[in-house]
């Protein structure tokens, strides 16, 4: 570990965001960290969590990347780490400019970033590979009903994030219904069997670069009870059976779970992955299997950190150092979340310069 200040700038900070979690992680760091925090909303939470931030351009706008080149110039920044998938994506569609400027992208490469984005083929590339994947299908109309084996199943956009627009349908009069609002939107639906018990459900962890050079796993078992973790209950009327999809804040029991944590690394390994990569799946009787792969930080990296695995400072640090960790031992135990407020005064929210 260095004893010099890495100066890393943390984009999409607003509250909840993966650039919370990023910052809640580099400011958990033993390595000394200067946080720049950058967001197009001036009423971004994250923004009043360092004396260093700016309001800049949503991502797609044309002036997105000339802005936090500006900034990482005015502060001497060493690393970048978007904090949200449009960021994500096009900072690392421009890794080159920032490399022109000594500045490390802390993110995964397009290739795998372009794969995991379409999940219709993502499963079919897991499943050439040796996967094990979920039963699905694209709906179009009505009639794909009858390519259901059995109730409930999943019905999510082909291309989207996280767990919006993801629902629990119990039969074909649901399906239809959330196939055709999808479209409606303008989204593809893609329809999943639904995996499981929500009881085993896991979120995985992994960096995995330069041909498994640097790879640390980390895995956490769900919990699926609480308001704040969970998206979408629905009951069986006549098993009473509960079925349960994650709100994507996630909060639950941190162990070992090696046979989770290989599951895990083999899929990163298998898509070829050059940075952070988080896997969601759930053990079942026919195997762990995943249903959704984003090639990112985790919404639970903040969590990780706190039971000793700091997954950007870990990546950060290999990137800048190219240090690998002897070993990544961390605790056992239950991470669990909160929503805690903050007062902004209009005087501080006038004065976060805008770039």
């Known amino acids: 570990m260095s004893d010099s200040e890495i100066c890393v700038l943390v984009t999409g900070v607003g509250g909840g965001s993966l650039g919370r979690e990023l910052m809640k992680a580099f400011s958990m760091a033993s390595q000394k960290y200067k ?31 000339e802005s936090l080149i500006k900034i990482c110039k005015k502060e001497n920044v060493h690393a970048i780490a978007p904090g ?11 890794t080159k400019i920032f490399q022109e400027n000594g500045i490390k992208v802390l993110a995964n490469n397009l290739s795998v970033i372009d794969r995991c984005k379409d999940k219709y083929e993502l499963v079919n590339f897991l499943k050439s590979n040796g996967i094990a994947t979920p039963r699905h299908f694209l709906y179009q109309n009505e009639e794909d009903v009858s390519k259901i084996e059995s109730y409930p199943v999943i019905v999510k956009p082909r291309s989207g994030v996280g767990s919006r627009n993801v629902f629990i349908a119990q039969d074909e009069k649901e399906l239809i219904f959330f196939g055709d609002y999808l479209k409606k ?14 009881e085993e459900e896991y ?12 790879l640390t796993s980390i895995a956490m078992r769900r919990m699926l009870s609480g308001g704040l973790s969970t998206k979408q209950i629905a009951i069986n009327p006549e098993s009473q059976k509960k079925y349960v999809t994650s709100s994507g804040i996630s909060q639950g029991f941190i162990d070992d779970f090696e046979l989770i944590r290989k599951a895990g690394e083999k899929i990163a390994k298998v898509l070829g992955s050059n940075g952070p990569i988080n896997i969601q799946c759930r053990k079942t009787e026919s195997g762990i299997i995943p249903f959704e792969v ?24 290999f990137m800048m150092y190219d240090e690998v960790p002897s070993k990544t031992e961390y605790k056992f135990g239950y991470a669990l979340r909160d929503l805690v407020e903050k007062y902004i005064s209009i005087e501080e929210i006038k004065n976060v310069p805008r770039i």
Do not use: W
């Not at 950058?38 to 002036?63: N, Q």
């Not at 949200?84 to 421009?94: D, T």
């Not at 984003?294 to 997954?311: D, I, L, M, Y």
């Open 203 to 214: 979120t995985v962890g992994v960096l995995y670069a330069d041909n498994g050079r640097l």
């Open 84 to 94: 949200s998938e449009p960021e994500i994506e096009q900072v690392v569609k421009n």
């Open 35 to 65: 946080i720049i925090a950058t967001d197009m909303a001036e009423t971004s939470l994250g923004l009043f969590e360092t004396k260093h931030r700016y309001v800049i351009p949503p991502a797609l706008s044309p002036e997105y990347i």
């Open 294 to 317: 984003n090639p990112r930080f985790s919404g639970t990296t903040g969590a990780r950190s706190k039971v000793g695995h700091n997954e950007p400072d870990i990546f950060c640090r």
């Open 185 to 198: 939107y303008g989204f593809e639906p893609l329809v999943q069997e639904y995996l499981g018990n929500y």
